[in-house]
Nanobody
Framework: QVQLVESGGGSVQAGGSLRLSCAAS????????MGWFRQAPGKEREGVAGVSSDGSTRYADSVQGRFTISKDNANNIWYLQMSSLKPEDSAMYYCAAKYFALGWWSLLRAPSYNLWGQGTQVNVSS
């Protein structure tokens, strides 16, 4: 059974940086699509960044230019480098994956993914 485990969350001041990691265990053939989502208290889960094996990459408008998604296919790990963090970036961050190459339009849609991690908390103070 495939499991995804996030790490790298924590507390940081506004303007700071964090790098989140998502590692897969179990059946570890390389995923075709990987994404990052976040959910703040009282809000819906929203897509932050996604990348697909067809070359598609997509970012939410709110993080464009500040966050970067990258992947290490050999080790089935992917990352979310977050810079210039803002208090509104505070949320539980989840990684997600799928053994299918999602198109650009689907990369930030939660229902597109069938594998999810448990989340890592990010808190940004002003």
């Amino acid at each position: 059974q495939v499991q995804l485990v996030e790490s790298g969350g924590g507390s940081v001041q506004a303007g700071g940086s964090l790098r989140l990691s998502c590692a897969a265990s179990g059946y570890t053939a390389s995923f075709d699509s990987m994404g990052w989502f976040r959910q703040a208290p009282g809000k819906e889960r929203e897509g932050v960044a996604g990348v697909s094996s067809d070359g598609s990459t997509r970012y939410a408008d709110s993080v464009q230019g500040r966050f970067t998604i990258s992947k290490d296919n050999a080790n089935n790990i992917w990352y979310l480098q977050m810079s210039s963090l803002k208090p509104e970036d505070s949320a539980m961050y989840y990684c997600a994956a799928k053994y299918f190459a999602l198109g650009w339009w689907s990369l930030l849609r939660a229902p597109s993914y069938n594998l999810w991690g448990q989340g890592t908390q990010v808190n940004v103070s002003s």
